[in-house]
């Protein structure tokens, strides 16, 4: 089956640096994307979402770009701090069909102090 | 509000042994899941419950059973475990509308030995 997936496991910045997590879908049908934070010890956390007719959408600290041409997605985390450290994940659903996400494996941020 | 809320945290099985994991949520949602998270790996679903009263198999069901014991609880259960289940499992729940977030439980880690 089509799967959502991550291009860097492991992603190493300073604090105070931008840092960009990216993600590619195979499946070009979803319609709705999610990027989760997980940390240590305790379950994910929604941090930001995006509809597929809209290529950015911003929160606090965080953006989140879609290239549907390129089934790219990806994460922008600004002035990183040390609680930014985590994974995250991001995920893909098609909204036509039961909602159940399908999730990427991770990529894990460490951010130095 | 507690949002979704899973027990045990952690339990520790002998192969072969029964326990089933519960699981509810106090926001009045439809959907309810239960995904499996291992090394290196992203979230995968076993099981969800798009409402209350129906339940699906998801990506990797087998060795697993649930129940959907009314809107607010949905429990996971392993017959007979096996070492191949040891893991951290989640549950999470959502409205059900369709491009609407998901909540996740702490996760619950079982070992079976």
């Known amino acids: 089956g089509e799967s959502v997936g991550l291009h860097l496991p492991t992603l190493s910045v300073q604090e105070g640096d931008n840092s960009i997590i990216n993600c590619a879908y195979s499946n070009s049908a979803s319609d709705y994307f999610i990027w989760y934070k997980q940390e240590s010890g305790k379950g994910p956390q929604f941090i930001i979402d995006?509809?597929?007719?809209?290529d950015k959408r911003q929160g606090q600290r965080v953006t989140v770009l879609l290239n549907k041409t390129v089934k790219h997605l990806s994460l922008q985390i600004a002035a990183t701090q040390p609680g930014d450290s985590a994974v995250y994940f991001c995920?893909?659903?098609?909204?036509?069909?039961?909602?159940?996400?399908?999730f990427g494996r991770g990529t894990s941020l460490i951010v130095h102090p | 509000n507690a949002g979704v809320t899973q027990t045990p945290k952690f339990q520790v099985l002998k192969t072969g042994q029964s326990m089933t994991l519960q699981c509810a949520q106090d926001?009045?949602?439809?959907?309810m899941y239960w995904y499996r998270q291992d090394p290196g790996m992203g979230l995968r679903l076993i099981y969800y419950s798009a409402s209350e009263g129906t339940t699906d198999k998801g990506e990797v069901p087998n060795g697993y059973n649930v129940s959907r014991l009314n809107k607010r609880e949905f429990s996971l259960r392993l017959e007979s475990a096996a070492p191949s289940q040891t893991s951290v499992y989640f549950c999470?729940?959502?409205?059900?509308?369709?491009?609407?977030?998901?909540?996740f439980g702490e996760g619950s880690w079982l070992t079976v030995v």
């Open positions: 999470a729940s959502s409205d059900g509308t369709r491009g609407n977030t998901i909540y």
């Open positions: 995006i509809r597929s007719n809209m």
């Open positions: 926001m009045n949602h439809n959907s």
């Open positions: 995920a893909e659903a098609l909204t036509g069909g039961s909602y159940i996400p399908t």
